[in-house]
């Protein structure tokens, strides 16, 4: 992972699963970014608001199917 950002911040955009959350997650990140002020992360992680489709790409086909009827 460390080669894939080395010298840019990674920004993730998720949505609000429970393994998004999970305690492994929350370990890697601090791993990578130990240390290091919020301006210096390495990562930066960016949660899609709940229950808006419109946010979320994965969910595009209710903002559809809305949009239809």
């Excluded at 791993?31 to 595009?60: D, Y």
Aim: some cysteine; proline content about 6%; charged content about 15%.
């Amino acid at each position: 992972m460390n080669n894939l950002i080395s010298g840019s911040p990674l920004l993730i955009f998720w949505d609000g699963a429970t393994y998004h959350r999970s305690q492994d997650v929350r370990a890697f990140l601090d791993s990578m970014n130990q240390g290091l002020s919020t301006e210096e992360w390495k990562i930066h992680c960016v949660r899609f608001a709940p229950n808006c489709p419109e946010q979320n790409p994965r969910l595009g086909y209710l903002v559809a199917s809305q949009n239809l009827g």
